[in-house]
């Protein structure tokens, strides 16, 4: 069964560096999401992406954040400058192309901010 | 705006016996309903979906939810629980009206099943 793939799945790093988590979604969707959980807490929606621009995006994705898709099969999240409070799970999601459709999740790439 | 609710922090259950995870919504327009479930230290799984049509939906490992559109819920159930159930359970919301929206989480229920 395809499947979104994430890397890394565990990352640590030091307040102020850059991130760049990246995810490969299935083959034929078309639109794609950053999720975030912080432990133990709610999945939080941050952005979604289609046709090679943002459709929607959260208050929490503020300019410390961008998407892109790179090269038609990669889908990154950059943060410019991590602050503890990313400490969180990152997981990449996409679907195929009707609002009716399921959105498939990728297995998190867990982002630790010392 | 959308919204999900659910209810419980956690439900408790005995093998064999059934099993109800209670979840209801708000939204503007027509409802798209999720159940997904996150095994500890991994990604969500889808289970099922309503769309349109029956409101009783079955989906993997003999889970099911009911639609209920008077009372704004969508509550999974299971006819007998396995300790392999045990496991983070989170209902999600689309509004079917405004296109390709995104999905709204429940805050979580913890389903803990007990030999």
């Known amino acids: 069964e395809p499947e979104v793939t994430q890397t890394p799945s565990h990352q640590v790093t030091q307040m102020g560096q850059e991130v760049i988590l990246r995810c490969v979604p299935i083959?034929?969707?078309?639109?794609f999401y950053w999720y975030r959980q912080i432990l133990g807490q709610k999945v939080e929606f941050l952005v979604s992406?289609?046709?090679?621009?943002?459709?929607?995006k959260s208050e929490i994705f503020d300019d410390q954040f961008s998407v892109e898709r790179p090269d038609g099969s990669n889908f990154t999240l950059k943060i410019r400058s991590t602050k503890l409070e990313d400490s969180a799970m990152y997981f990449c999601?996409?679907?195929?192309?009707?609002?009716?459709?399921?959105?498939?999740f990728g297995e998190g790439s867990w982002l630790t901010v010392v | 705006a959308q919204s999900v609710a659910q209810p419980e922090d956690q439900v408790n259950v005995a093998e064999g016996n059934p099993l109800t995870v209670k979840c209801t919504y708000s939204?503007?327009?027509?409802?798209?309903l999720f159940w997904y479930v996150q095994y500890p230290n991994r990604g969500l799984q889808f289970l099922l979906k309503y769309i349109t049509g029956d409101n009783l939906v079955k989906g993997s490992y003999g889970f099911e939810a009911e639609f209920n559109k008077s009372q704004t819920s969508f509550h999974l159930k299971k006819p007998s629980a396995l300790v392999s159930d045990s496991a983070l359970y989170f209902c999600?919301?689309?509004?079917?009206?405004?296109?390709?929206?995104?999905?709204?989480f429940g805050a979580g229920t913890r389903l803990a099943v007990h030999p």
């Open positions: 999601a996409s679907e195929q192309g009707s609002s009716g459709n399921t959105i498939y």
């Open positions: 083959s034929n969707h078309l639109y």
């Open positions: 992406f289609y046709n090679n621009e943002i459709s929607e």
């Open positions: 999600a919301v689309r509004d079917a009206s405004g296109g390709y929206n995104k999905l709204i």
């Open positions: 939204v503007s327009g027509n409802p798209y």
